[in-house]
């Protein structure tokens, strides 16, 4: 469906967390550069009375008022939904997406895409038999600031030969607070800081050290190292470490803690380079508007951006764009990206001893 020259999805959603909160508020945004119209066609949740509430507390002026489900099947045997957006913990997103999959629905599903490879190897086999788009929200990979620095790095080479990326997201959880059933905290719903927020310091280490995908969609040919330690509390990895280590000699040295008192810096990223270094202030923790960039010899430069709301939309933009366009995947998010992703999350678990029941 196409109108004022662009694209238009019909959301279905599934779930009515923190997340799916944070993603309808970004959809329902004015913005006068919107790549695409997002409509918020359906809420699907465990109980109809909490979609109800979902709706009168965050879309309490949408018109017309999505259709409310009180599970989630419904959601994917709706005709009129065009794209399910999986708002689940961890543990359910391969039975969210296969189920969603077998009605033919497209899917953007929440980082972790799924608990380890062998599980997403699963759902992306069951995408291709059906031929349906699916994509990982990974949504740091979407923002304007991070296509700049991929450019500036990769292709203008602003800081010389880069040789290694120092990333940390930090930030107590208050796991404390939280009980038995919470997803931080409940090893068979995927608690694990790892797979929480350390995804993303990964994510800016392969932002950093590795040229993009260039929207073209391609086998991957970086084949990293790990070498990771992580701190347990009652088999939660509360806190991880890892090198991500390259053959020529690119290093990682990425983190992520999410116990309770970890008083740390607020996080960071740092791409260094042999004529330079890019300094993201709140870079590992997802949601950067500006970074520093200082080229050896030359005065710094900060890199400023504008981000109304959260900046959900960039990565729903991209998804209704290639649906329009017909792909089957993201040329920024590929499947093969997703997978060698989660191969790297499961060789960090497997070293640190992180062990899921479903492993
Ligand atoms: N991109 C980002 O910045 C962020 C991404 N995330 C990701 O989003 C996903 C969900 O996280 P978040 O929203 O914080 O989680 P929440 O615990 O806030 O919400 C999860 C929702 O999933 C549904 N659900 C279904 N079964 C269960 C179950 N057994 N236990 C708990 N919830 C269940 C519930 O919705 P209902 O009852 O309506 O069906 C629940 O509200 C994770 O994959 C996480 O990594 C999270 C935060 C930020
Ligand atoms: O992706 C995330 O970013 C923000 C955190 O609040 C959340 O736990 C995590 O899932």
């Known amino acids: 469906m196409t109108s004022n020259g662009k694209p238009t999805v019909r959301w279905g959603i599934v779930a009515t967390g923190l997340i799916s909160s944070w993603f309808v508020a970004d959809l329902i945004l004015e913005r006068k550069d919107a790549a695409a119209n997002h409509i918020i066609q359906v809420i699907g949740s465990s109980s109809l009375q909490k979609g109800k509430g979902f709706i009168a507390q965050h879309l309490p002026n949408a018109s017309p008022a999505p259709t409310v489900y009180g599970s989630y099947e419904q959601v994917y045997s709706d005709p009129n939904v065009d794209v399910v957006y999986i708002g689940t913990p961890h543990a359910f997103h391969k039975k969210n997406c296969l189920d969603a999959i077998s009605h033919g629905k497209n899917i953007l599903c929440e980082k972790t895409f799924t608990l380890n490879a062998t599980e997403a190897k699963e759902v992306l086999d069951a995408a291709q038999a059906k031929g349906v788009f699916v994509m990982e929200a990974m949504w740091t990979r979407f923002f304007p600031l991070v296509k700049s620095i991929q450019k500036l790095v990769h292709e203008d080479k602003a800081i010389g030969r880069v040789h290694r990326v120092i990333c940390d997201f930090a930030m107590d959880q208050h796991l404390e607070s939280k009980g038995p059933n919470s997803r931080l905290k409940n090893l068979s719903l995927g608690a694990s800081s790892l797979l929480d927020i350390g995804i993303y310091s990964l994510t800016w280490g392969?932002?950093?050290?590795?040229?993009?995908?260039?929207?073209s969609i391609k086998?991957?040919?970086e084949k990293p190292t790990i070498l990771a330690m992580s701190t347990l509390s009652d088999g939660v990895d509360i806190a991880t470490s890892m090198i991500l280590r390259y053959q020529d000699g690119r290093q990682g040295i990425l983190s992520s803690?999410?116990?309770?008192?970890?008083k740390t810096p607020p996080s960071f990223c740092r791409i260094e380079g042999s004529e330079g270094t890019i300094v993201v202030d709140g870079g590992a923790a997802s949601v950067p508007n500006s970074f520093v960039l200082k080229n050896n010899g030359q005065e710094e430069k900060k890199f400023e951006f504008e981000r109304p709301g959260r900046g959900f939309y960039w990565e729903a933009d991209a998804v209704a764009l290639e649906i329009a366009a017909g792909r089957k995947e993201s040329?920024?998010?590929p499947w093969a990206e997703t997978l060698r992703v989660m191969q790297l999350l499961d060789e960090t678990r497997r070293q640190g001893g992180v062990i899921f029941p479903q492993d």
């Open 257 to 262: 803690h999410s116990g309770t008192g970890m």
């Open 206 to 215: 392969i932002i950093g050290l590795e040229p993009p995908l260039g929207g």
């Open 331 to 333: 040329g920024t998010m």
């Open 219 to 221: 086998e991957l040919t």
